[in-house]
Nanobody, 127 residues
Framework: VQLQASGGGLVQAGGSLRLSCAASGSILNTHAMAWYRQAPGEERELVAR???????NYAEKVKGRFTISGDIAKNTVNLQMNRLKPEDTAVYYC??????????????????????WGNGTQVTVSS
């Protein structure tokens, strides 16, 4: 399974950016997709998550400013980031929770539940 993320960049405080991510590969089902971020010297943290049922959850720091959306069935997720702050500066990582097909021969389907990370996209917010 591969994740392709795009949309990072440099923006002034108060501005907006939109991140996009698409997963591809031998995916049987996608259970959830999410965005995490990691600032220099800090641990990676959850930003926002959406599951197959459309339930979303957000970090307190971004509630009311960020919106996660997408089509889980099509393995795509977006993160709309508004009213950005300098403290939002970080590398943002796409994350997917899937059932991955190992083999599918005749009536025999084998799969495993796995998590995958994208390579990360830099978001820099200047003050």
């Amino acid at each position: 399974v591969q994740l392709q993320a795009s949309g990072g960049g440099l923006v002034q405080a108060g501005g907006s950016l939109r991140l996009s991510c698409a997963a591809s590969g031998s995916i049987l089902n996608t259970h959830a997709m999410a965005w995490y971020r990691q600032a220099p010297g800090e641990e990676r943290e959850l930003v926002a998550r959406v599951n197959r049922g459309g339930v979303t959850n957000y970090a307190e720091k971004v509630k009311g400013r960020f919106t996660i959306s997408g089509d889980i069935a099509k393995n795509t997720v977006n993160l709309q980031m508004n009213r950005l702050k300098p403290e939002d500066t970080a590398v943002y990582y796409c994350y997917v929770d899937v059932s991955e097909i190992l083999s599918n021969v005749g009536d025999s389907l084998h799969y495993r539940d796995m998590n995958y990370w994208g390579n990360g996209t830099q978001v820099t917010v200047s003050s």
